[in-house]
C-alpha cells in the first residue's frame, strides 16, 4: 500500500498543500504592508528575499506545480471514466511537473545567484 | 460532500487565478520591490481580479486545512470547532486582503510618474 501511486500521490498533496497553506498566510503579511508606504513594505519584503528565500522559492515553485497537477489529474479521474490509466496519469503528472519546475526552477536559481 | 465539492470548484477557478498570477507577476523572477507592484495594484480591474483570487484561495486553504486535520482520528471529533475556526479564519483573512488591495492607492508622484 505504501509503495502505491495513490498512496505516494495523497502524502505528496497532503504535504505540498499544508505548505502551501502556511505560505499563503506569510505572503498575505508581507503584502499586506502595502499600504504603510514604500518603506514598511520593502522592508518587510527583504526579510524574505535573502538567499535562503530565493532558493525556498525553487521549493514553493515545486509544491505549487505539482499540486496544481495531480488537482487536475484528480478531477480528470474523478470526472471521467479512465480508472484504469490511474498509474500512468500519475507518471505524466510527475514528468511534468519535472519538466516545468527545471525549466522555471534556472531562472530562478540564476537570479538568486546574483544577489 | 459540501467542503468537497468547494475543493474542486475552488481548484478549477485557481487553476485560472493561479496562471495568471504566475504569469504576470512571478515570471521571469526580478526583483519585486513597491515601485514594481503598485503599476499593477492601482488598476481596478486587477483589484477585481485579486479578490477573486484571494476568495478562492482561501476557501481552497481552508477547506483542504480543515479536511487533512479531519482525517486525523484525534480531531475528528471536533469537526465542528474546527469548521468554525475555518469560517472565521476565512472571513477575517478575506477582509484584511480585500481590505489591503481596496485601500491600496499609489502615491500621488508615483502615479504621475506611470501615466
Known amino acids: 500500500m505504501y509503495k502505491s501511486t495513490g498512496f505516494i500521490s495523497f502524502v505528496l498533496r497532503r504535504f505540498t498543500g499544508v505548505a502551501l497553506v502556511l505560505y499563503l498566510f506569510t505572503h498575505m503579511w508581507v503584502i499586506g504592508s502595502v499600504n504603510s508606504g514604500p518603506e514598511a513594505f520593502d522592508a518587510r519584503l527583504n526579510l524574505v528575499q ?12 515545486a509544491a505549487v506545480v505539482y499540486h496544481a497537477f495531480d488537482g487536475i489529474r484528480l478531477i480528470i479521474v474523478h470526472y471521467f471514466d479512465v480508472t ?29 545567484l546574483e544577489g | 460532500m459540501r467542503i468537497f465539492q468547494m475543493q474542486r470548484v475552488s481548484a478549477i477557478a485557481l487553476l485560472v487565478f493561479l496562471t495568471i ?14 515601485n514594481r507592484i503598485l503599476v499593477r495594484m492601482n488598476q481596478p480591474l486587477w483589484k477585481g481580479i485579486d479578490i477573486a483570487f484571494l476568495f478562492f484561495v482561501l476557501i481552497h486553504a481552508l477547506t483542504g486545512a480543515y479536511m487533512v486535520l479531519t482525517d486525523v482520528e484525534r480531531f475528528n471529533k471536533y469537526q465542528r470547532v474546527l469548521a468554525g475556526l475555518a469560517i472565521l479564519i476565512g472571513i477575517m483573512a478575506f477582509i484584511y486582503g480585500a481590505q489591503t488591495i481596496l485601500a491600496f492607492s499609489a502615491p500621488v508622484s508615483v502615479n504621475a510618474m506611470v501615466r
Open chain 1, 50 to 61: 535573502t538567499p535562503f528565500f530565493k532558493l525556498a522559492e525553487i521549493a514553493l515553485l
Open chain 1, 84 to 112: 484504469e490509466y490511474r498509474k500512468s496519469l500519475f507518471y505524466a503528472i510527475f514528468a511534468i511537473s519535472a519538466i516545468l519546475v527545471i525549466a522555471g526552477g534556472i531562472p530562478i536559481l540564476l537570479f538568486a
Open chain 2, 21 to 34: 498570477h504566475m504569469i504576470v507577476v512571478h515570471y521571469p523572477p526580478f526583483h519585486i520591490d513597491f
